[in-house]
């Protein structure tokens, strides 16, 4: 995807066509889903980090030194991930930021720890990507197992007298949400009658939705990604099915309301907080926007792992790996989501990481307590 904004971006077909290693003053290795279903999210952590790189780099860089940006298709898809994650390490970059799906980000997380890489992910949110141990992992983005647990209380709050299913997309990241959701369930003492999982990127869900009604489910919690939920919730309207859908974070996108259609319309879904509506990132939101791009979803996210890379870089006083993280360990970093720091195992605190939003009038907004009730 074309960059809205004035940044040089090394090649990769070049980079990888010939055994010759890449070199520039800082190179960042971006992987992610730039060509597949998911490839808005590429789009968005291209935007959020070729924004604060640019601004870097106009102010002198990091330790005086440039930086370049290596984006690397992931597909989202276990084996492209490793591939991906083998081609940076072979390219010496200095930070891998990216790997938006749990499913590329924990197998290429092994690759980055064997060959001593740093990799930051403002996305991926399955508890295996940190709970592995690693020392080079860092992340900022909340762990399925909250917002697992939001769905599930909500769930058992409001829907506990009537039929509930858990639908996932079999892959790590819907799994996993859906399996921490279905724990805190049962912790509450409700049952769903139905845990199912579907086949990702299909174009017609008649068969779940024939499943859901004749198990009469009135709510539906979808664990996936937003092209799968919008056309279940889209067909499920078609027929007249009013069931209620309750999403995960991903569904904070214009994409899903592109999907779905007026049939987003009351689909709830914890997500990060709305940065753009925070006063104090007026300016850096007009900047996006002045260069022709709304940062949504989770660009302005992927904008902080590079703030807070390079000012981990610049209290370090160095790019060597074990210095750099040693400041990551052990400094707070003041960012729009406010003060963050980095616990033991590389997950973000200091921040509420999953609000409520709803989908209403073809966008979504911060829940009104009322209408997370029925």
Same mark, same amino acid.
């Given at each position: 995807?074309? /960059? ?51 601004? /870097? ?41 990216? *790997? ?10 092994i690759i980055y720890e064997e060959a001593r890489v740093l990799f930051m992910s403002s996305g991926a949110t399955n ?31 409001? +829907? *506990? ?6 639908? *996932? ?16 369930? *049962? ?63 991903? $569904? ?15 689909? $709830? ?14 300016? $850096? ?14 660009? $302005? ?17 160095? /790019? ?7 400041? /990551? ?26 609000? +409520? ?18």
């Amino acid at each position: 995807m074309k /960059l809205s904004f004035a940044l040089i971006i090394v090649a990769v077909a070049g980079a990888f066509g010939t055994a010759s290693p890449v070199y520039a003053e800082i190179l960042i290795g971006v992987p992610g889903p730039m060509t597949c279903g998911m490839a808005w999210f590429g789009e968005q952590m291209q935007e959020g980090i070729g924004m604060k790189v640019a601004e /870097l780099n106009a102010a002198g860089g990091v330790l005086g030194q440039q930086i370049e940006l290596l984006p690397v298709d992931d597909y989202c898809d276990r084996d492209q991930a490793i591939a991906a994650a083998h081609k940076l390490v072979e390219a010496r970059v200095d930070v891998v930021v990216g *790997h938006f799906c749990s499913g590329a980000a924990i197998p290429a997380s092994i690759i980055y720890e064997e060959a001593r890489v740093l990799f930051m992910s403002s996305g991926a949110t399955n508890p295996t990507l940190t709970d592995q141990g690693f020392r080079t992992v860092f992340r900022l983005a909340g762990r399925d197992t909250l917002q697992g647990t939001m769905a599930a209380d909500q769930l058992a709050e409001n +829907w *506990h007298a009537q039929n509930i299913a858990i639908v *996932h997309d079999g892959q790590a990241y819907g799994l996993g949400v859906a399996e921490a959701a279905r724990q805190r369930l *049962h912790e509450r003492g409700v049952s769903e009658v139905m845990f199912a999982a579907i086949e990702p990127r299909k174009t017609d869900y008649f068969d779940l939705i024939d499943q859901l009604q004749a198990n009469r489910v009135d709510a539906l919690f979808f664990s996936g990604y937003a092209e799968e939920a919008g056309l279940i919730i889209r067909q499920a309207r078609s027929r007249g099915y009013g069931v209620r859908m309750i999403g995960p974070d991903t $569904l904070n996108t214009e994409f899903f309301g592109q999907v779905a259609g007026p049939a987003s319309e009351g689909v $709830l879904f914890p997500a990060n907080p709305e940065l753009r509506d925070k006063p104090e990132a007026a300016p $850096l939101v007009a900047r996006f926007r002045a260069n022709g791009y709304e940062p949504e979803g989770i660009t $302005l996210q992927n904008y902080i792992v590079i703030q807070v890379w390079a000012e981990a870089v610049e209290k370090a006083g160095t /790019l060597e790996l074990d210095a750099v993280i040693e400041a /990551l360990r052990t400094h707070k970093f003041d960012t729009l989501f406010g003060t963050i720091g980095f616990d033991a195992n590389g997950d973000v605190y200091g921040y509420d990481p999953f609000v +409520w939003y709803i989908w209403k009038g073809g966008q979504y907004a911060p829940v009104d307590p009322a209408e997370l009730t029925e």
